[in-house]
T-cell receptor, first 112, second 108 residues
Framework: DSGVTQTPKHLITATGQRVTLRCSPRSGDLSVYWYQQSLDQGLQFLIHYYNGEERAKGNILERFSAQQFPDLHSELNLSSLELGDSALYFC???????????FGSGTQLSVL | KNEVEQSPQNLTAQEGEFITINCSYSVGISALHWLQQHPGGGIVSLFM?????KKHGRLIATINIQEKHSSLHITASHPRDSAVYIC??????????WGAGTKLIIKP
């Protein structure tokens, strides 16, 4: 058990809908990263938060947004969903930006 | 050209063999991670390196900052080492850039 909790584990929804994925980092971890893993594109970095502030943005679509709350949990919001958004979404946390990463088990999103 | 290149893409070896997976990067980095992903999808962090060498059990990771290159070695490989190994670098903009991964299969 990595100590990083992602909910839900599975999510099935329809095109055009909006969903929210949640990540609770390990206790005390200030950094949270979000990734998307799809069959055709491998692991893509989406966004990095550190202690409530956005630190870096990767290949995150404008339809996607994220935030990190004062209790350090993070949410990834995906809107106007398309079939191509179907993927496994991981979050990872670390105590600082220069320490080992701990990964959640991911949320499998299926857009039908 | 990708900013993080791993080689080989696929590697099949016999149990007991010494395994080396390479990672080269073209950007300035502050840290490099080696990760392991099993067929079930779970990702485990093996090492975080900013310089030198680290060892954990049968795994050894090295990094040469000047040459922008890192290697992951597995000694006395075992079928349970079969997984995808991923190199990821933290660049100066705090983005974590991933390599494409190396799929390792260890045959008994």
């Amino acid at each position: 058990d990595s100590g990083v909790t992602q909910t839900p584990k599975h999510l099935i929804t329809a095109t055009g809908q909006r969903v929210t994925l949640r990540c609770s980092p390990r206790s005390g971890d200030l950094s949270v990263y979000w990734y998307q893993q799809s069959l055709d594109q491998g692991l893509q970095f989406l966004i990095h938060y550190y202690n409530g502030e956005e630190r870096a943005k990767g290949n995150i679509l404008e339809r996607f947004s994220a935030q990190q709350f004062p209790d350090l949990h993070s949410e990834l919001n995906l809107s106007s969903l398309e079939l191509g958004d179907s993927a496994l979404y991981f979050c990872a946390s670390s105590r600082t930006t220069h320490e080992k990463l701990f990964f959640g088990s991911g949320t499998q999103l299926s857009v039908l | 050209k990708n900013e993080v290149e791993q080689s080989p893409q696929n590697l099949t070896a016999q149990e007991g063999e010494f395994i080396t997976i390479n990672c080269s990067y073209s950007v300035g980095i502050s840290a490099l991670h080696w990760l392991q992903q099993h067929p079930g999808g779970g990702i485990v962090s093996l090492f975080m390196l900013s310089s030198g060498k680290k060892k954990h059990g049968r795994l050894i990771a090295t990094i040469n900052i000047q040459e922008k290159h890192s290697s992951l070695h597995i000694t006395a490989s075992h079928p349970r080492d079969s997984a995808v190994y991923i190199c990821a670098v933290l660049d100066s903009n705090y983005q974590l850039i991933w390599g494409a991964g190396t799929k390792l299969i260890i045959k008994p």
